[in-house]
């Protein structure tokens, strides 16, 4: 049986560029928050996609509505319209509480959009002169992998030899107000947006000081810059509320949205904002292949209308709280820091590797990764059990504790 199994760690391993090092896991199948490798061992996904898969793995409502689009109509491309096109734009913009959406694929291509549409919005509205626009960015962010993304990282890995790199950005210390006053008071009339993540999460799950999104809000406001929110991974659920940015009681002038959009069956995003900021497009400024395809949007919707009943967001903020209680159970010596809400937390080890922790969280039976160094994310899909949150931090401990 095995030697006639196929060594696909190593085809990968020689096939496949080395922009991962993925842990020794293949996966076979994978069906709610348990994931089965090729091997037939079982797995407790507490990765979740990145957050992707908020809904766990083909949740049976995301699959049947795929289904029953895959046997209409995939793709016909922004040249013509499609019945399922109008309304994920309109549920989608509801959701959010904004007027318009614009769909693409990936998360990087949403936040590419908001990039193009703030510098063309502060010309043709703001009157900023061309080619002088500024967008506030904040250290330790993710916002992607594109080119002009890139630009603005401060991940060494993430940036170097990939110059030249797009100008256009600047970036302060996240949640740091004095430094943002900063920035404004010396370019205030150059900047047309403030770019940021409500709680970082590539970063290790950073929470800002409780005061930070609400004065970036004021900033923004008395500046005439726009607000964007990346919610790519903290939105639809994640944190125990929609949006990261309503635990603050914060209102951007644009969300971003990806991963959970697409239910982890399709690549979906969007930038979801007001009529005078996208508006400044016309026909033939931006666009995507495959952005807002019927499938896309089938699928979409059906996420869209799993988050209207609240009660993800419930899920995540009961099972969330008692995900950080546990974890502040564990001791000092060994966690130094826990951060994050709802069902997200990053949990910092003092001495031990986050890879090392993770290698021997996969050999439990568990699956996580570490967001960098010493630091592991923890982000189950929300349709996790009880009980099978208390097995997973079970494993988590034991992982911990017995080096
Ligand atoms: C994952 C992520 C992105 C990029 O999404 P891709 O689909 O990988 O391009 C952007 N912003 C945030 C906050 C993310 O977590």
């Known amino acids: 049986m095995t030697s006639t199994m196929p060594d696909l760690a190593g085809l990968t391993s020689e096939y496949s560029a080395h922009n991962y090092a993925p842990l020794p896991v293949v996966v076979a199948t994978a069906d709610g928050v348990w994931v089965t490798d090729v091997a037939g061992r079982r797995y407790l996904d507490m990765l979740a996609g990145y957050s992707a898969l908020n809904f ?9 509505a795929a289904a029953r689009q895959l046997e209409r109509v995939t793709l016909v491309s922004r040249a013509f319209d499609h019945d399922q096109f109008g309304p994920f734009c309109a ?3 509801e959701l959010c509480g904004m007027d318009m959406v614009l769909p693409m694929n990936t998360g990087a291509e949403a936040v590419e959009t908001a990039i193009k549409v703030a510098r063309k919005w ?7 002169p061309r080619d002088e626009a500024l967008i506030v960015v904040f250290d330790g962010n ?3 992998r594109t080119t002009t993304i890139v630009s603005f990282s401060s991940d060494p890995d993430a940036r170097a030899d990939f110059g030249p790199y797009t100008p256009g ?7 740091d107000l004095t430094a943002l006053s900063a920035v404004f008071a010396e370019y205030g009339h150059r900047i047309v947006a403030v770019l940021v993540e409500p709680i970082q999460g590539e970063a290790g799950v950073v929470v800002p000081p409780p005061d930070f999104l609400p004065g970036l809000r004021t900033l923004c406001t008395s500046a005439g810059a726009l607000l964007i ?8 659920g994640r944190v125990g509320a929609t949006f ?3 635990l603050e009681g914060v209102v951007p002038d644009a969300y971003l949205l990806g991963k959970a959009l697409g239910g982890g069956i399709v690549p979906v995003s969007a930038m979801v904002s007001s009529r005078s900021v996208l508006g400044v497009l016309r026909p033939g400024q931006h666009g995507s292949t495959f952005g807002g395809n019927p499938l896309a949007c089938a ?16 899920r995540s903020a009961v099972l969330g709280a008692s995900m950080h209680e546990r974890l502040a159970g564990l001791p000092s010596s060994v966690v130094s820091s826990v951060t994050g809400r709802g069902l997200w937390a990053g949990v910092t080890f003092a001495s031990l590797s986050g890879r090392a922790v993770c290698e021997r969280l996969a050999a439990l039976g568990v699956l996580a990764k570490e967001t960098h160094g010493s630091t592991i994310r923890l982000a189950p899909p929300l349709v996790i059990s009880e009980e099978e949150l208390t097995w997973a931090l079970d494993r988590f401990e034991e992982a911990a504790l017995t080096a």
């Open 229 to 236: 929110a990346d919610e790519i991974q903290s939105g639809l």
């Open 56 to 64: 766990g793995h083909r949740h049976p409502r995301l699959v049947g």
């Open 142 to 144: 993710f916002h992607g």
């Open 299 to 314: 699928v979409a919707r059906e996420v869209i209308a799993m988050l209207r009943t609240g009660e993800y967001q419930q």
């Open 122 to 128: 502060g010309y043709v509205s703001r009157g900023v």
């Open 244 to 246: 990261a940015c309503n």
């Open 169 to 175: 950005f600047v970036s302060v210390p996240y949640g």
């Open 91 to 93: 549920e989608l913009a």
